[in-house]
C-alpha cells in the first residue's frame, strides 16, 4: 500500500472516532502562524493549539513571500486574525542551499529559470528579524503591531524568542 493509501486508511479511522461538529471559519485565538514545512515541527502539539483556533501557513524555510501575505491579507481582512507568529526553527533545509546554487541547478537541470526568489539563509535569526520587517512593512496588512518572531529548537522543542530593535526616528 502507498504512503497515500495508508493515510486514508488512517483518516478513516480518525473520523471515526470523533464526533461529528462544525468549527467556525474564523480562528478563535485570532491568531495566524507563518512557519517551514519541516516535519520536526509539530505546530499543535508544540504550541498546545487545537483545530480552530489559528491558521497556519507554511513553506520552506516560513519566508514571507508574496503569497505569505496574500493569505495574511485574507486572514486578517476576512478572518479576523490580528495577531502574527513568526516561527523558523534550527537546522533548517534552507539553510544547506544558497540562492545563487539552486537557482543555477534548476536552470541547469531543466533550461528555464525559476520566477521565484530561492529565500535560502544563513543565520535563522538574522531570517526571522527580516521576515517581522516583512510583515510589518506591508501596507496590505491592518494588523501589524503585534508580530513577534521565534526560532524553534527541533532537537529541545523549545522556542526562543527574536527581539527586533525599535526603530529609532531618523
Ligand atoms: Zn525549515
Do not use: W
Request: aromatic share 4%.
Amino acid at each position: 500500500m502507498d504512503t497515500i493509501d495508508q493515510l486514508l486508511e488512517n483518516n478513516r479511522s480518525f473520523a471515526d472516532g470523533l464526533a461529528e461538529r462544525h468549527l467556525d471559519v474564523e480562528p478563535q485565538r485570532r491568531l495566524a502562524i507563518v512557519t517551514c514545512m519541516d516535519s520536526r515541527l509539530d505546530v499543535f502539539a508544540a504550541l498546545g493549539l487545537g483545530d480552530g483556533e489559528a491558521h497556519i501557513l507554511r513553506n520552506a524555510g516560513g519566508v514571507i513571500t508574496d503569497d505569505v501575505i496574500r493569505s495574511l491579507a485574507i486572514s486578517q481582512r476576512r478572518l479576523g486574525t490580528c495577531q502574527v507568529m513568526l516561527i523558523h526553527h534550527d537546522d533548517c533545509g534552507m539553510q544547506k542551499i544558497t540562492d545563487d546554487g539552486f537557482r543555477m541547478e534548476l536552470q541547469e537541470t531543466t533550461g528555464l529559470a525559476p520566477s521565484f526568489a530561492i529565500e535560502s539563509f544563513g543565520d535563522v535569526e538574522v531570517d526571522v528579524r527580516q521576515s517581522i520587517l516583512r510583515v510589518r512593512s506591508s501596507p496590505f496588512l491592518p494588523h501589524r503591531d503585534n508580530v513577534r518572531g521565534f526560532v524553534y529548537d527541533v532537537d529541545t522543542h523549545r522556542l526562543r524568542e527574536v527581539e527586533v530593535a525599535e526603530e529609532t526616528p531618523a
